[in-house]
């Protein structure tokens, strides 16, 4: 079945670190261009960071410099290891994949909840 | 930045009702849109890429068009399963949603 698992998501304090991973199946990531997106509590979607099939790495503004996402060929998953959480990172975070740089996202991992909370 | 600005923000419809939304980029995307519905709880699921290609499986009563700046997801007769919240998203410079539209019960 071809899908996308993520798990890792937490609560965290902020200033904090939390690990995000997802795991692909009946597809390769190293194929494809690998995403992630999070949905704040009640708001819209936002890309936060995009991995591409040769290996460059991507970042919105709101997370540069703090987030860093990465793939393992070997064991097939996505990652996204964020640290100095802040709060307004608390979001559900998808995984999604593009087939190419000029593609939608056509599919999606369940997605994992994240809460940065004193 | 390319920013994409959807309208209505939310829109009363009843079943059977045509409905359309209408998303616009800061920019011209030339025909990189995609529009994805998303339900409570679930994730988004991609509807149209390409501005106006349907993906399959993907009932023909949705429809999109447009290019360059202004595009419009057109739904041609509103279905119970169909109330939820639209999202565009522009890819030809990284990716960008707009802020969503919910189509609600009237």
Redesign the interface.
């Known amino acids: 079945e071809v899908q996308l698992v993520e798990s890792g998501g937490g609560l965290v304090q902020p200033g904090g670190s939390l690990r995000l991973s997802c795991v692909a199946s009946g597809f390769t990531v190293i194929s494809n261009y690998m995403?992630w997106?999070r949905q704040a509590p009640g708001k819209?979607?936002?890309?936060v960071s995009?991995i591409y099939s040769g290996g460059n790495t991507?970042y919105a503004?709101s997370v540069k410099g703090r987030f860093t996402i990465s793939r393992d060929n070997s064991k097939n998953t996505l990652s996204l290891q964020m640290n100095s959480l802040r709060v307004e990172d608390t979001a559900v975070y998808?995984c999604a994949r593009?087939q190419s740089?000029?593609?939608?996202?056509?599919m999606?991992?369940?997605?994992t909840m994240v809460t940065v909370s004193s | 930045?390319i920013q994409m600005t959807q309208s209505p923000a939310t829109l009363s419809a009843s079943v059977g009702d045509r409905v359309t939304i209408t998303c616009r980029a800061s920019q011209s995307i030339s025909s990189?849109l995609?529009w994805?519905q998303?339900k409570p709880g679930k994730?988004?699921?991609?509807l149209i890429?390409?501005a106006s290609n349907l993906?399959s499986g993907v009932p023909s009563r949705f429809s999109g068009s447009g290019s360059g700046t202004e595009f419009i997801l057109t739904i041609s007769s509103l279905q119970p399963d169909d109330f939820a919240t639209y999202?565009c998203?522009q890819?030809?410079s990284?990716?960008?949603?707009?802020?969503?539209t919910k189509v609600e019960i009237k």
């Open positions: 995403n997106v819209g979607l936002e890309w995009g991507y503004d998808y593009a740089a000029l593609d939608a996202f056509d999606w991992g369940q997605g | 930045d990189w995609a994805y998303q994730a988004p699921k991609l890429y390409k993906k999202y998203q890819y030809n990284y990716w960008t949603f707009g802020q969503g």
